[in-house]
């Protein structure tokens, strides 16, 4: 059984920073990816970063040059630091994990910027 447990979200104010992270533990096997997605209301799931293996990065258009996605040296453990953050960011911020069993998700963390 493989546990997503995130932590790190909340309400912040336009131009304001959050950090989110995500430990993977279980039967995680070979890791092949792990990255964050985001839901708004109303609105589909959409990536907003990921980080593969061997370190490749990939972020949305609307994210990119404000939010960084890292992962610690074990691999187990990725942090999404989000900067200059606009109300547009608002969403349910879901982390994802894909190895050679499957595809995980977490619970998800609630992300809110607004003034």
């Known amino acids: 059984q493989v546990q997503l447990v995130e932590s790190g979200g909340g309400l912040v104010q336009p131009g304001g920073s959050l950090r989110l992270s995500c430990a993977a533990s279980?039967?995680?096997?070979?890791?092949?990816?792990m990255g964050w997605y985001r839901q708004a209301p109303g609105k589909q799931r959409e990536l907003v970063a990921q980080?593969?293996?061997?370190?490749?990065?990939n972020y949305v258009d609307s994210v990119k040059g404000r939010f960084t996605i890292s992962r610690d040296n074990a691999g187990n453990t990725v942090t999404l630091q989000m900067n200059s953050l606009k109300p547009g960011d608002t969403a349910i911020y879901y982390c994802?994990?894909?190895?050679?069993?499957?595809?995980?998700w977490g619970q998800g963390t609630q992300v809110t910027v607004s003034s």
């Open positions: 994802n994990m894909r190895n050679v069993v499957g595809v995980y």
């Open positions: 279980g039967s995680i096997f070979m890791i092949n990816s």
């Open positions: 980080i593969t293996r061997g370190g490749s990065t």
